[in-house]
């Protein structure tokens, strides 16, 4: 890629003002394939001070003239969307049908969504009916820092991005270096889509570097990340010292709750929407809790399911899943099946290891534990990869207290016939979203967790809302 090497500032593809060399590895094969730039301090100051410099203009900019930006970005973006898929399938290991379809087309879902919620937002309204003369002003909270993650690039990067750019905000990305090549593209798509220049800059970094230097700098209002609780906790400090607003998407403990009465396939399913995209979501339903009485054939099917599921290059079409995205990430959640293991969870399918036939790559084998107990630390924290972990349940109370007792609370999943059960357990759980029989919330929903999953909620108005300070104006002539 052209300019995997460069940094894009002020509206240019500019060369790294301290920019030292950071190998891009395929998971697939553990080649390095392209090389980028990991920018300093310079480079970080470069783009706040492109983004400071934009705002005044870009803030008074119409709702019509920022409509039309986002019509062309998504213009662009579904021209290229093919190219994006590829892109994140040889960066993070998402296999090339499922990342051109899922990955890449979470990035163009969010635009239409955006668009669509943008233009029914509004930036201006009386305080109520009877009460004109006090007014209530949305405006663009000004120079953020959007730091994004690996496993889904181009979902958070339009979470943030577009509704940045809709509001009137200006910003400065910083992708993951593992998944630099995916950001690079989409800077490519800003740009030929016409973004004004400095208004979306993007630059190249680790998080000790370019993200530590966001979180801390006295010119970036806002931070909005995802990724780890790590270092969601580490952005949140850095950002104090100036009173940054700070909006967080961490990780993820997801309870599936399946009740006796639950559809046939529900474990099956749980058993694909946890394996998918290898385990590399923060919304994955890693913890299956099942009803006592169908647990034993619970655990029968999961077996079934994960020994069908197939791991393979990502380069290969078809279903399978690849691997995970680096050595780092391999080397984790192989400790922690040793650990299940180790703490007496029982193992019914997969294990340590790679899975027969793959000697080099992140490959892991799809695995399964039974009868675990929730202080277990595989029930505990969030494994990132095809690791799901079972235990039996005896009454709605029980089930929901394990599903409560985390530390997160982004995601749980119902699986219930029963309509006045489904409500009332949709309820109890503590979690931003919950999923139920199989169904997936609509397009625009807001996405986002509650205890230490973080605070923040992406997608539709309320995603808009993140990037607005609101402002009341008293007198106001009518
Ligand atoms: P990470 O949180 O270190 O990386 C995510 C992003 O944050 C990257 O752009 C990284 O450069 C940046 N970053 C890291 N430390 C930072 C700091 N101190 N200040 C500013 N920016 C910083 O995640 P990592 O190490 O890649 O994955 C570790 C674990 O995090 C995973 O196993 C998973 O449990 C969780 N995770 C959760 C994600 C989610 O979607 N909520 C996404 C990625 C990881
Ligand atoms: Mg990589």
Redesign the pocket.
Known sequence: MQNSRNFYINGQWVAPKEGRDFDVIDPSNEEVYATISMGGQADTDAAVAAAKAAFPTWRQTSKAERLELMESILDVYMRRSDEMGAAISQEMGAPIDMAKVQQSGTGSSHLNAFIKAFKDFEFEEPFSDDIQDTRIIKEPIGVCAL??????PMN?ITLKVIPALATGCTMIL?????SPMSGILFSEIMHEAGVPAGVYNMVN????G???Q??VHPDVDM?S????????R??TI?GAETIKRVSL????KGANLIFADADPKAVKQGIIRCFNNTG????APTRMLVERSRYDEAVEEAIAAANSTTVNAASEEGRHIGPL??E??FN??QDLIQKGIDEGARLVAGGVGRPEGLNRGYYVRPTVFADCNNDMQIMR????GPVLSMMPFDSEEEAIAIANDTDYG?TNYIQTSDPERARRVSRAVRSGMVDMNGKARTAGSPFGGMKQ??NGREGGPWGLDEFVEIKAVGGWPV
């Open positions: 730091i994004t993650p690996w496993n889904w958070q910083k992708p993951s270096e593992q970094g680790d998080g000790p370019v993200g530590s966001l979180s931070v990340f995802t990724g780890s609780t790590r270092a969601g580490a952005i850095a998407e961490l990780g993820g590399q979501s923060c919304n995205v680096s780092l990430q984790k959640v924290e969030e494994i990132f982004l999953s973080g």
